[in-house]
């Protein structure tokens, strides 16, 4: 078998099957595949060939007409999965681990001061629910399902489901269970 692209890995998250080139541009239509199909490409590319510069360019028009704030230099894991399109900023300096998903409204933002300056990483498996907040120099571990409204702004180890704001967790190993699908 043939080695799969981060493209159709990103897109077998959202069908179950890893699909051909012309089935990816059929599911286009959809905004939210359509967005990450732009993203891949425009990081396949160094941003000052020809290339690079036409295909940001390219990509910053869907980043305003869908409301996605992500930047190719966004280091963004395999099996990636938009739920829903409009509202989302993730700084260009964040790390975002495999198999993903980020609901609409979310902001994973960087700190400028105080103790946890910088920007947040993010493990593997981690489900962000809609209008989350992650923002400083944090760690949140894998296999972490952020809750709809949570506000974190420190630490989240593995296998825990966090709440609230501020936030709070509890560690449960099935933390994601039903809610990442089609895992890479």
Same mark, same amino acid.
């Given at each position: 078998?043939?080695?799969?692209?981060?493209?159709?890995?990103?897109?077998?998250?959202?069908?179950?099957?890893?699909?051909?080139?012309?089935?990816?541009?059929?599911?286009?239509?959809?905004?939210?595949?359509?967005?990450?199909?732009?993203?891949?490409?425009?990081?396949?590319?160094?941003?000052?060939?020809?290339?690079?510069?036409?295909?940001?360019?390219?990509?910053?028009?869907?980043?305003?007409?869908?409301?996605?704030?992500?930047?190719?230099?966004?280091?963004?894991?395999?099996?990636?999965?938009?739920?829903?399109?409009?509202?989302?900023?993730?700084?260009?300096?964040?790390?975002?681990?495999?198999?993903?998903?980020?609901?609409?409204?979310?902001?994973?933002?960087?700190?400028?001061?105080?103790?946890?300056?910088?920007?947040?990483?993010?493990?593997?498996?981690?489900? =962000?629910?809609? @209008? #989350? %907040?992650?923002? &400083? !120099?944090?760690?949140?571990?894998?296999?972490?399902?952020? +809750?709809?409204?949570? /506000?974190?702004?420190?630490? =989240?180890?593995? @296998? #825990? %489901?966090?709440? &609230? !704001?501020?936030?709070?967790?509890?560690?449960?190993?099935? +933390?994601?269970?039903? /809610?990442?699908?089609?895992? =890479?």
């Amino acid at each position: 078998m043939s080695e799969k692209t981060i493209i159709q890995k990103d897109f077998y998250r959202e069908s179950g099957a890893y699909l051909s080139t012309f089935q990816i541009w059929k599911k286009c239509i959809n905004p939210n595949l359509h967005f990450i199909y732009l993203l891949r490409i425009a990081q396949k590319y160094s941003k000052k060939s020809f290339a690079g510069m036409f295909w940001r360019l390219v990509l910053r028009h869907f980043q305003i007409k869908y409301g996605f704030q992500i930047y190719p230099e966004t280091q963004i894991g395999e099996g990636f999965y938009l739920g829903h399109y409009g509202g989302l900023v993730i700084n260009p300096k964040a790390k975002i681990g495999k198999n993903c998903n980020i609901a609409q409204g979310v902001t994973i933002a960087q700190a400028n001061r105080g103790k946890n300056e910088g920007v947040p990483e993010i493990g593997d498996e981690v489900w =962000i629910g809609p @209008n #989350a %907040v992650i923002v &400083g !120099n944090i760690k949140i571990g894998n296999n972490v399902l952020i +809750a709809p409204n949570a /506000y974190v702004n420190y630490d =989240i180890p593995a @296998n #825990a %489901v966090v709440m &609230g !704001n501020p936030a709070t967790f509890t560690l449960n190993e099935n +933390a994601t269970l039903g /809610y990442i699908n089609h895992k =890479i």
